[in-house]
């Protein structure tokens, strides 16, 4: 069978000897994409995409998908937070918890101070929706993500139960332009099996020092999560992936 090119999808040539392709583009391939496979003169494979011909420290894949999250950490905030307010959580909200063991029971009130929201960040694949038929459909690909919560101060109760308690997260997926929120995280909170009840709910917003700290808070986690050697490139060691990615970006898809 004769070869097809990766380019323009004509048979007899490669995308390499593709002469519909401007010397432009082979160079900017050349120093952009680098290929899997053994190189003259490198045996260097990264360790973040698995690719031969540059380490981590200067893998343009790497540094793209870092630039990517950290692109979405002020929609991801103002998301959660808006969330937050829409399902009665918003400041001065109060809820009652009953400890797992239903032993004892404390009011807990959320106050909107700025030490009392955080946020972590991971990669991961999104819930789309379920079939109704128990079958669960989840994103194809591993997308920003992150999950942010609020705590609540206790306001009456046993001295025994914790000062604070946590309001059930908020998972932000960011699939590039679009914002997904987790809410089947948030709308239980409140149920009996989760052991709380609503005594007044509030769409108050938040201030912006507790926005301020939750942007802090994921520039830095985005810079940890790059930084951890253990975590990978979602398509790591797919040469055709990042040939694909590489064809999609000069056409302009």
């Not at 914002?179 to 938040?206: D, M, T, V």
Request: proline residues 3%; charged residues 30%.
């Amino acid at each position: 069978m004769s070869v097809r090119c990766g380019y323009c999808g004509k048979y007899g040539h490669n995308s390499r000897t593709c002469p519909e392709r401007t010397e432009k583009s082979k160079e900017w391939s050349e120093s952009y994409y680098k290929k899997q496979g053994r190189k003259k003169g490198s045996t260097t494979m990264c360790s973040y995409c698995g690719l031969i011909g540059h380490n981590r420290r200067t893998c343009p894949h790497l540094k793209r998908r870092k630039q990517e999250a950290l692109k979405t950490i002020e929609g991801s905030v103002s998301r959660a937070l808006l969330e937050f307010q829409s399902w009665g959580a918003g400041v001065g909200a109060l809820y009652e918890e009953t400890t797992y063991w239903k032993e004892s029971t404390a009011s807990y009130m959320i106050t909107g101070d700025k030490l009392e929201a955080g946020v972590t960040y991971r990669e991961e694949r999104y819930r789309e929706g379920d079939d109704g038929w128990g079958n669960t459909s989840w994103s194809r690909n591993q997308v920003p993500t992150f999950r942010i919560w609020v705590n609540a101060t206790k306001m009456f109760g046993d001295d025994r139960a914790p000062v604070r308690t946590e309001v059930s997260k908020v998972f932000v997926h960011s699939d590039e332009d679009r914002q997904i929120a987790g809410l089947h995280y948030l709308i239980p909170f409140a149920k009996e099996s989760c052991n709380n009840k609503w005594l007044g709910k509030s769409s108050n917003s938040f201030p912006s020092v507790v926005a301020e700290r939750l942007r802090d808070i994921a520039v830095r986690e985005v810079n940890d999560y790059y930084s951890n050697k253990e975590n990978k490139h979602p398509e790591y060691a797919n040469e055709t992936w990042f040939d694909n990615q590489e064809i999609m970006e000069r056409h302009g898809a």
